[in-house]
Structures are given as structure tokens and as C-alpha cells.
């Protein structure tokens, strides 16, 4: 094109679905200009957010029964049946509860089926939540006398 008499050369690069790099450098690009990353957390942020799936539904084909506790299950049923007596898991089995809620997938790339990540995040005991996230935690405020500042605040490192 052509701008105060001057030949402009214009290129549209679309936004790619795949993290890319230049000599060992990573790039994150935005309406602003392209930005170097500097450190591993935001080439992280990076990669999680250019995965085609969410985290929690990625297929952990080797996650069991045995490696989530079990007795969750029966928490979950009581809490459903206040709110509906007749509600579908109070009769499922574990696995049919894991499996309606999505957390039981196949992995169409891998053709591996399994439990999620979702489920072990849900329903995951200590030792496999160590395993698999370990700098999994989740940061818990209380909030009773001002809306603004927290009265108490604790580190939760237990499954959700």
C-alpha cells in the first residue's frame, strides 16, 4: 500500500493455536507487538494457554481408583440428594459418577482412555496430588468484618 506517497509493505500474521520460537526465545504476541519471555512461568503461561484441550481433561491413563479417596464419593451423594433425592448419582456407582462428570475421557490423539486430571484435582488423595502437581495448592481467604482485607488465610494442599 501506498501512505504519504511511500510504499508500505503490510503483512497479517494470524494468531497461531502452537507456542513458537526463535533461536531458543519465546514470543508471546498481543495487539501491542510481540514480547519476549523471560522466564519459565510465563513460557508456561504460554504453553497452557496455546494447548488445544484444558488441563483438567488431560488423560492420566495410569490414575486409579485406589490413587483417589474413595470415600468422597459418598460426600458427593449426600450433598446431591439434598438438593434432589432423585438425582442420578445417589444410585451410580464411583466410576459411573466419574465417568457422567466428564472425568473419564478418551484422548483422541493418544487413543489412551483414563481418569482426568479433574478427577484427581476432585477427588485425589495427598500422596497423588504430591505426585502429580506438586506445587498444586490452593489459597484460601476468609472475609468477615471487611470486604477489602481477609480476617484469615490458609494454604490448602488437599484435593478440591
Known amino acids: 500500500m501506498e501512505i504519504e506517497g511511500k510504499k508500505v509493505i503490510y503483512f497479517y500474521v494470524p494468531q497461531s493455536s502452537q507456542a513458537h520460537s526463535h533461536k531458543g526465545v519465546y514470543y508471546d504476541r498481543n495487539q501491542d507487538g510481540d514480547f519476549q519471555l523471560r522466564n ?52 451410580m456407582s464411583n466410576e459411573e459418577i466419574l465417568e457422567s462428570a466428564g472425568m473419564y475421557l478418551k ?23 504430591t505426585s502429580l502437581v506438586p506445587f498444586y495448592k490452593t489459597d484460601v481467604l476468609c472475609r468477615i468484618k471487611n470486604t477489602e482485607l481477609y480476617d484469615d488465610r490458609e494454604i490448602v494442599k488437599c484435593n478440591l
Open 107 to 129: 484422548d483422541w490423539q493418544t487413543g489412551q482412555e483414563g481418569y482426568t486430571l479433574a478427577a484427581a484435582l476432585l477427588f485425589g488423595k495427598e500422596k497423588t496430588l
Open 40 to 91: 519459565a512461568q510465563q513460557i508456561a503461561d504460554l504453553m497452557l494457554r496455546k494447548q488445544s484441550g484444558c488441563t483438567e481433561n488431560r488423560v492420566l491413563p495410569f490414575l486409579t481408583m485406589d490413587d483417589l479417596e474413595v470415600e468422597l464419593f459418598d460426600v458427593v451423594r449426600k450433598r446431591v440428594r439434598l438438593n434432589n433425592e432423585n438425582h442420578l448419582w445417589v444410585n
